[in-house]
């Protein structure tokens, strides 16, 4: 079992910058490729990013590529995800997951979700 927790949420201007954070616990995330989505009010949830394993390959959506920038820290058993240049449609609980196959855009693959954290870009 892994246990996702994210952190870093909160109310930001357009323009902005967040860092969340997604913490694992129970097994080490260096098993696991750890992918963020998120969903706004009265919409499907949406893949952002992924990263695998090692963190030598990243995937982002097109509406947040060269905004966003994804890391992880394995001796930290931590993934940061770096969010700048916010805009309001940005606002929506981000979730962070874990899979143990290859990043992927397919909910389905991924095995542990965290509870989510809010953030919210006002215009």
């Known amino acids: 079992q892994v246990q996702l927790v994210e952190s870093g949420g909160g109310l930001v201007q357009a323009g902005g910058s967040l860092r969340l954070s997604c913490a694992a616990s129970?097994?080490?995330?260096?098993?696991?490729?750890i992918a963020w989505f998120r969903q706004a009010p009265g919409k499907e949830r949406d893949s952002v990013v992924c990263?695998?394993?090692?963190?030598?390959?990243?995937y982002y959506a097109d509406s947040v590529e060269g905004r966003f920038t994804i890391s992880r820290d394995n001796a930290k058993n931590t993934v940061y995800l770096q969010m700048s240049s916010l805009k309001p449609e940005d606002t929506a609980v981000y979730y962070c997951?874990?899979?143990?196959?290859?990043?992927?855009?397919?909910?389905?693959?991924?095995?542990?979700w965290g509870r989510g954290t809010q953030v919210t870009v006002s215009s």
């Open positions: 997951s874990a899979s143990g196959l290859r990043c992927s855009w397919n909910e389905r693959v991924y095995n542990y």
């Open positions: 129970g097994r080490t995330v260096s098993n696991y490729a």
């Open positions: 990263i695998s394993t090692s963190g030598g390959t990243t």
